[in-house]
């Protein structure tokens, strides 16, 4: 049976359980169970504190987990990404009072606050800087202001709580962040984990993905294909009406409104735009 480790709390538990659920795979409903069996799938679910499963996954015998790349990296565990699971996006930043530093190359002989010590060392060791490293658990944009630290290193979304804390970010980011499916390092996938990695591949690609499809008139074919190219190619259906054809085929998300206002503007009709659950492409 495969054992996975899963976020137990923290802003990547739910998306975790909602992909998972969208995997195929059964879900706990009760917030407090920690262990979760799925025996059709012959799988064994473990609710672990995020920062844990690297650890589990790496020095016990939980095969695969769910974390973040942050803590991943921050951590020695030796465990590596297997797949980025395209949810939980953050970039790890700097930051200080306004004016403080103009530069990164200003953070020699710093105090720095951080709950990703493993991060900062390395970051600080790369730029060849010896600084001083606050470890905090927990919330850090408040270490300036009560004098324990002259900057902080976090985990940022949007820079909101940084802001209000009083602080700017200042250079480029020492990380982009997402959710990761991670293996002890060197190891081989077996068929079980083949099976999730494609089943969570199947939900990321489903995700990125809207079908969509429409009538055109066969004078106007070609140039409507090229607006839905598709993954190989777009299906094309004879109509009753000789002059018309109907055509089906896989659009980026994000290019959908744009890829139908386009086709209406060739003459296209009955152009419809619905979600994809789950694909293997």
Request: with cysteine; hydrophobic share 45%; glycine share 8%.
């Amino acid at each position: 049976m495969l054992r996975i480790g899963v976020p137990n709390k923290g802003t990547l538990s739910e998306p975790t359980t909602v992909m998972l659920r969208e995997a195929g795979y059964r879900q706990r409903t009760d917030g407090r169970d920690l262990v979760l069996i799925d025996p059709d799938n012959r799988v064994e679910f473990f609710y672990l504190r995020p920062r844990d499963i690297a650890t589990y996954v790496a020095e016990g015998q939980v095969e695969v987990g769910i974390t973040g790349r942050d803590l991943l990296l921050d951590g020695a565990a030796p465990a590596e990404e297997l797949l980025a699971l395209d949810f939980g996006r953050a970039t790890f930043r700097y930051a200080a009072e306004p004016g403080a530093l103009s530069s990164l190359d200003e953070l020699a002989g710093r105090r720095i606050a951080t709950s990703y010590p493993g991060l900062v060392a390395r970051d600080l060791a790369e730029r060849g800087i010896t600084a001083d490293i606050v470890r905090l658990d927990g919330a850090v944009e408040t270490a300036v202001r009560l004098g324990v630290a002259e900057v902080v290193a976090d985990v940022v979304s949007s820079g909101t709580t940084l802001r209000q804390a009083g602080l700017e970010i200042v250079g480029e980011p020492l990380l982009e962040s997402e959710a990761v499916l991670v293996a002890r390092a060197g190891s081989q996938p077996g068929d079980a984990v083949e099976l999730l990695l494609r089943r969570l591949n199947g939900v990321i690609i489903a995700r990125r993905y809207v079908m969509v499809e429409y009538d055109v008139r066969r004078t106007a074919l070609e140039e409507a294909c090229a607006l839905t190219p598709g993954i190989e190619s777009p299906t094309i259906s004879p109509l009753q009406d000789d002059a018309w054809a109907a055509v089906r085929a896989m659009v980026p998300r994000r290019d959908a409104h744009t890829v139908m206002d386009r086709l209406h503007a060739l003459g296209a009709r009955g152009v419809i735009v619905f979600d994809i659950l789950a694909c293997r492409l």
